[in-house]
């Protein structure tokens, strides 16, 4: 929850918003303000073409924003893996077979949130490059470090969404001319746009500074050199997928043999982690010693969040949408608010939790809503007088229309503590949605460690040790396991799924396609739409 006076880099950005198309691709659409008020100084500069970027980190309609809403990024990141499933429930939540297209892998060219997701993450890369050209234009009113700075910001917000857009959909189009049409330019390969992210994020993190991004001031959601460093951390750990441009013929490079040049030195994939990794420790992010506390509601000062989305009820219009989401009616009724009754974990990650056994794990009811309800410390009761009792085990299918527990089976998203004062329903919170944060940072050092054959246990267990859980090796097997209990709802399962090679594969109660062998799904199909609109671009192999 912030308060206004602290954050007026965002306050200017919100005010500026109208200065910048906020639908469709057009890049100079009608009704801004004159180009002679707009950048007349090198304060409008900074706030008409790099504050006004961080206007879409978030969002509020369905395919907008890196988290938040439902039908983009997080949705496609999450709810097509083993992590959580949004089950039908009789006339609830089959929405044309959407959702159980996500979680059997069988979705189409033509779904229109695949299209609007697309749309969505090049809307801001345009945007990025008609910054960079405003900027370039004006230089004569800036110093050649005020230009440095904005520029540097600019490139590495581009270098995160097309980092986004190439994870999601592998061969793109690379566009970072003002003036260059979407719908004219031709397919990259993965390894050229994996390359240009690599090289814009390395030469932008020198302009930004060491700030942390998550605290409130002058810098407060704003991309940092940390925030550059942990893309560089997570490009370098996926190097092998990313530096692959034939997903489907079963073969890829081995990233050891996959070079990085930092700090002067040639460094292989592992490597290159591990060093990002450390700059993140260097500039003072630790493990905070309560795992609930980067969830709070107060969650800004967190010595552990390194990337979150700004909230605050009362002036961002970002929503969180999937605590809304998840809980069953009556729970937010009891709440006073309402609730869809949706999302749940799956059977593979209840169980991975140790869910029903004598070693169950910590973060267990952090991150989950199970059993009998409670709220203010009474019994939550469902319409017939019963209490309502949330059924872990009872997601025996994906289709639960007509059986016992159809309203009641799965386990619920928590993890966000719950605002109480927030508004529409919870989904305008106080609590800032994480993106990245430091956790990841151990357990990315940790699977470097072991990929490259050294030791990663001290970094694995370093996470567990924080929820007292007992010490493990650091297997890969250990560590994919580690990143579900401690990842749990940030979006992050499908990257590892895939990098695991575990993506296609049948788990919990998706049988894999026949068609899956050659590996077309680790990306998602080129949406028809934007092949209708750009006739250089192939539809990707195995759709």
Same mark, same amino acid.
């Given at each position: 929850?912030?308060?206004?006076?602290?954050?007026?880099?965002?306050?200017?950005?919100?005010?500026?918003?109208?200065?910048?198309?906020?639908?469709?691709?057009?890049?100079?659409?009608?009704?801004?303000?004159?180009?002679?008020?707009?950048?007349?100084?090198?304060?409008?500069?900074?706030?008409?073409?790099?504050?006004?970027?961080?206007?879409?980190?978030?969002?509020?309609?369905?395919?907008?924003?890196?988290?938040?809403?439902?039908?983009?990024?997080?949705?496609? $990141?999450?709810?097509?893996?083993?992590?959580?499933?949004?089950?039908? %429930?009789?006339?609830?939540?089959?929405?044309?077979?959407?959702?159980?297209?996500?979680?059997?892998?069988?979705?189409?060219?033509?779904?229109?949130?695949?299209?609007?997701?697309?749309?969505?993450?090049?809307?801001?890369?345009?945007?990025?490059?008609?910054?960079?050209?405003?900027?370039?234009?004006?230089?004569? =009113?800036?110093?050649?470090?005020?230009?440095?700075?904005?520029?540097?910001?600019?490139?590495?917000?581009?270098?995160? &969404?097309?980092?986004?857009?190439?994870?999601?959909?592998?061969?793109?189009?690379?566009?970072?001319?003002?003036?260059?049409?979407?719908?004219?330019?031709?397919?990259?390969?993965?390894?050229?746009?994996?390359?240009?992210?690599?090289?814009?994020?390395?030469?932008?993190?020198?302009?930004?500074?060491?700030?942390?991004?998550?605290?409130?001031?002058?810098?407060?959601?704003?991309?940092?050199?940390?925030?550059?460093?942990?893309?560089?951390?997570?490009?370098?750990?996926?190097?092998?997928?990313?530096?692959?441009?034939?997903?489907?013929?079963?073969?890829?490079?081995?990233?050891?043999?996959?070079?990085?040049?930092?700090?002067?030195?040639?460094?292989?994939?592992?490597?290159?982690?591990?060093? &990002?990794?450390?700059?993140?420790?260097?500039?003072?992010?630790?493990?905070?010693?309560? &795992?609930?506390?980067?969830?709070?509601?107060?969650?800004?000062?967190?010595?552990?969040?390194?990337?979150?989305?700004?909230?605050?009820?009362?002036?961002?219009?970002?929503?969180?949408?999937?605590?809304?989401?998840?809980?069953?009616?009556?729970?937010?009724?009891?709440?006073?608010?309402?609730?869809?009754?949706?999302?749940?974990?799956?059977?593979?990650?209840?169980?991975?939790?140790?869910?029903?056994?004598?070693?169950?794990?910590?973060?267990?009811?952090?991150?989950?809503?199970?059993?009998?309800?409670?709220?203010?410390?009474?019994?939550?009761?469902?319409?017939?007088?019963?209490?309502?009792?949330? %059924?872990?085990?009872?997601?025996?299918?994906?289709?639960?229309?007509?059986?016992?527990?159809?309203?009641?089976?799965?386990?619920?998203?928590?993890?966000?503590?719950?605002?109480?004062?927030?508004?529409?329903?919870?989904?305008?919170?106080?609590?800032?949605?994480?993106?990245?944060? &430091?956790?990841?940072?151990?357990?990315?050092?940790?699977?470097?460690?072991?990929?490259?054959?050294?030791?990663?246990?001290?970094?694995?267990?370093?996470?567990?040790?924080?929820?007292?859980?007992?010490?493990?090796?650091?297997?890969?097997? $250990?560590?994919?396991?580690?990143?579900?209990?401690?990842?749990?709802?940030?979006?992050?399962?499908?990257?590892?799924? =895939?990098?695991?090679?575990?993506?296609?594969?049948?788990?919990?109660?998706?049988?894999?396609?026949?068609?899956?062998?050659?590996?077309?799904?680790?990306?998602?199909?080129?949406?028809?739409?934007?092949?209708?609109?750009?006739?250089?671009?192939?539809?990707?192999?195995?759709?």
């Amino acid at each position: 929850m912030k308060y206004i006076s602290t954050t007026p880099f965002l306050i200017a950005a919100l005010a500026a918003c109208t200065l910048l198309p906020c639908s469709c691709l057009d890049e100079d659409p009608k009704g801004q303000m004159p180009e002679s008020e707009a950048y007349s100084s090198a304060k409008d500069i900074e706030l008409n073409c790099v504050a006004t970027l961080y206007n879409y980190i978030g969002g509020h309609d369905e395919s907008q924003g890196l988290q938040g809403t439902d039908r983009g990024v997080y949705d496609w $990141n999450s709810l097509t893996t083993d992590e959580q499933m949004l089950p039908i %429930r009789g006339g609830d939540w089959y929405d044309g077979g959407f959702w159980q297209r996500l979680y059997e892998h069988s979705w189409t060219s033509t779904d229109n949130a695949l299209f609007a997701t697309w749309n969505y993450l090049y809307k801001v890369v345009i945007l990025c490059n008609r910054s960079l050209h405003q900027i370039e234009a004006h230089k004569n =009113i800036l110093t050649e470090a005020q230009r440095r700075s904005y520029e540097g910001e600019v490139r590495a917000l581009r270098a995160m &969404y097309y980092w986004y857009i190439m994870d999601l959909w592998g061969n793109v189009p690379l566009v970072t001319t003002h003036g260059t049409s979407l719908a004219q330019t031709a397919q990259s390969k993965r390894s050229t746009v994996f390359r240009f992210i690599v090289d814009e994020l390395q030469e932008a993190a020198e302009t930004l500074p060491l700030a942390h991004s998550n605290y409130e001031g002058n810098y407060y959601g704003r991309i940092t050199r940390p925030v550059a460093w942990f893309m560089l951390a997570k490009l370098a750990l996926n190097a092998e997928i990313y530096a692959d441009d034939t997903p489907t013929d079963d073969h890829y490079p081995a990233g050891s043999n996959i070079t990085f040049t930092v700090d002067g030195r040639s460094l292989n994939a592992w490597q290159t982690t591990v060093v &990002y990794c450390d700059k993140i420790a260097g500039a003072g992010y630790r493990l905070a010693d309560d &795992y609930a506390s980067n969830f709070a509601i107060h969650n800004e000062n967190s010595v552990e969040n390194i990337f979150t989305i700004p909230m605050e009820k009362t002036f961002y219009t970002n929503q969180f949408q999937y605590l809304f989401r998840s809980r069953h009616y009556r729970h937010g009724s009891a709440i006073s608010m309402d609730a869809e009754n949706g999302t749940v974990g799956t059977l593979s990650t209840v169980k991975k939790y140790g869910y029903g056994t004598a070693t169950v794990d910590a973060r267990w009811p952090i991150n989950f809503y199970a059993d009998t309800l409670l709220v203010d410390g009474k019994k939550v009761l469902l319409e017939d007088g019963t209490p309502l009792i949330y %059924r872990p085990l009872a997601v025996t299918a994906f289709n639960l229309t007509g059986t016992e527990y159809e309203k009641t089976a799965g386990a619920r998203m928590s993890k966000y503590e719950i605002d109480r004062t927030a508004y529409s329903d919870g989904k305008l919170q106080g609590n800032d949605i994480v993106l990245f944060r &430091y956790a990841d940072v151990l357990l990315m050092k940790a699977e470097a460690k072991v990929r490259n054959g050294e030791d990663g246990s001290a970094e694995l267990n370093a996470v567990r040790n924080r929820v007292r859980m007992g010490v493990r090796t650091a297997t890969l097997e $250990n560590i994919l396991d580690e990143r579900l209990l401690e990842l749990m709802w940030e979006g992050w399962r499908r990257q590892d799924l =895939i990098r695991f090679g575990l993506f296609d594969r049948s788990y919990d109660l998706r049988t894999a396609l026949a068609s899956e062998k050659d590996h077309h799904t680790i990306v998602f199909p080129i949406p028809k739409n934007a092949i209708s609109l750009n006739g250089n671009l192939k539809q990707n192999e195995g759709y």
